[in-house]
């Protein structure tokens, strides 16, 4: 059974930074996508950065040249740092990894989601 333990929320300045962590634990499977999405208060989650197993990564506009998202795959983790941070990134963050698994012509996705880390950012 895989599971996403998140680390590194809290409470930060505006201007501030963060560094949220994730690992996979209870399997060796290789992930093909990991990333992290956030959802704030009364809005939908959305995808705030992505990063596949060959290092492609993925960012939403607003977090664009704030946000670094990397990973090691050897360990399974992803990590994100976010440096000057806005009121407006509070939310709560999840970890989300997906595994594929091709039987046929047909593709399986198996997505996993961590617990959840709050970050708050005050102005």
């Known amino acids: 059974q895989v599971q996403l333990v998140e680390s590194g929320g809290g409470l930060v300045q505006a201007g501030g930074s963060l560094r949220l962590s994730c690992a996979a634990s209870?399997?060796?499977?290789?992930?093909?996508?990991m990333g992290w999405y956030r959802q704030a208060l009364g809005k939908q989650r959305e995808s705030v950065a992505t990063?596949?197993?060959?290092?492609?990564?993925n960012y939403t506009d607003s977090v664009k040249g704030r946000f670094t998202i990397s990973r090691d795959n050897a360990k399974n983790t992803v990590d994100l740092q976010m440096n000057s941070l806005k009121p407006e990134d509070t939310a709560v963050y999840y970890c989300n990894a997906d595994f594929r698994v091709v039987a046929g012509k047909t593709e399986y996705k198996y997505d996993y989601w961590g617990q959840g880390t709050q970050v708050t950012v005050s102005s």
């Open positions: 990063i596949t197993s060959d290092g492609s990564t």
């Open positions: 209870g399997s060796k499977v290789k992930f093909k996508t």
